[in-house]
């Protein structure tokens, strides 16, 4: 059987020797999900399938269930003999997660198996530079390859400005400069794209992720809207899918994302104007706040490094390091943070007995 489909949307030869061990078994592509289902594409078509009760059941985590852009080896190749079942799935690439909303502990998987993301930011009112070094950190920890679009130029008048705050913000990332009005930058998405490779896209609501897929697609096969008198966007995505490019290869729609919290993120990369100033500090545990011989601090100083730039970087450490702590450690974080200022919980349990007896 020839598998040329599923190699223009991703199937190489290590995901092809890893399927070819499932004997009885067919390998296709998640393309899209609906609660327990999933729409998985093969050789011969779409079918719609679900999980194996035994893969429910090993499961530890929700991040091990499938995901838009996996591979899975399915018991079937199309749905005319009912819902398929996913019975494994194949070793990911790449794999785009992030903390669930709320305040689930677990995170949650975006999108697996992806060659480049796009990182989308209009360039209207809604432009926040530290949203785009939140987004930089978890693409790098996904193992996929970032790339800033910039969308909306014409509606801005300080591009250059812009293009300076990204450029310090994402140093060595290709950054794409678009408009859908003017029609341009497009071509230089499209060296992105091509048989066998599968692009995502991320960003907030309304910052023209619809429109640029549109653009990529040929048609007008999503639904887009206007923003609101804010610039702020509406949800028009409300689903993650993966769509076949007439060119060749594929791209990952998400829904635009107000909240982006982090689970993990690889900040080294992000920061690394900052780690490299690290190495220079008198010592090697130092905080950069009160040490002396501070390279980090000396930058801000000198201007080199903006305070705006510095204090991101130590909120998302914070941030990964809560993350990564028990319900129980998270609770005491909390009861360590309220009572500081009296030097802990022991003494202020100290002084509040002291009170008492001196009524």
């Known amino acids: 059987m020839s598998y ?19 004997e009885g078994l067919f390998v296709g592509r998640v393309v899209s999900q609906y609660k327990d289902l999933y729409k998985v594409v093969t050789e011969k078509g779409e079918l719609t399938a679900k999980v194996s009760g035994k893969f429910r059941y090993t499961v530890k985590t929700f991040l091990d269930y499938p995901a838009v852009g996996d591979f899975v080896m399915v018991d079937r190749l199309q749905d005319d003999e009912g819902i398929g079942i996913i019975h494994h799935i194949l070793t990911r690439k790449s794999a785009v997660t992030r903390k669930a909303a709320g305040t689930a502990v677990e995170g949650q998987l975006i999108a697996a198996n992806i060659d480049t993301v796009f990182i ?3 360039l209207n009112q809604d432009f926040n530079v530290r949203r785009v070094e939140r987004y930089l950190g978890i693409v790098w920890e996904s193992r996929a390859v970032p790339v800033i679009v910039l969308t909306k130029a014409d509606v801005c008048e300080d591009l250059a400005d812009k293009l300076a705050e990204v450029g310090v913000a994402a140093c060595g990332v290709d950054v794409i400069v678009t408009s859908s009005l003017q029609g341009t930058g497009y071509e230089a998405v499209k ?4 048989r066998g490779r599968t692009v995502a896209l991320m960003g907030s609501s309304g910052v023209g992720k619809s429109t640029l897929i549109n653009c990529l697609l040929g048609q007008e096969a999503l639904e887009t809207q206007t923003i609101r008198n804010d610039d702020k966007g509406r ?10 490019l007439p060119g060749g290869g594929a791209v990952i729609d998400t829904p635009g994302m107000r909240e982006l919290g982090i689970d993990s993120a690889d900040l080294s990369k992000t920061f690394a104007d900052i780690d490299e100033l690290a190495k220079k ?3 090697r545990d130092c905080t950069h706040t009160r040490e002396p011989n501070c390279a980090v601090q ?12 510095f204090s991101s970087y130590v909120k998302l450490k914070k941030e990964m390091a809560y993350e990564s702590l028990s319900p129980t ?7 360590a943070a309220m009572f500081k200022e009296v030097g802990g919980i ?7 007995k002291e009170k008492y007896k001196r009524r």
């Open 329 to 335: 450690q998270r609770e005491a974080e909390k009861l």
């Open 298 to 309: 000396k930058a801000i100083e000198d201007n080199l490094l903006s305070k705006e730039r």
């Open 4 to 22: 040329s489909n599923l190699e223009n949307i991703g199937l190489s030869q290590a995901v092809f020797a890893e399927a070819s061990c499932y």
């Open 191 to 194: 060296e992105y794209l091509g």
């Open 235 to 244: 949800h028009t995505t409300t689903r993650r899918e993966l769509l076949v």
């Open 346 to 352: 022991k003494n202020a349990r100290k002084l509040v």
């Open 120 to 122: 989308c930011m209009s």
């Open 281 to 283: 500090c008198k010592f």
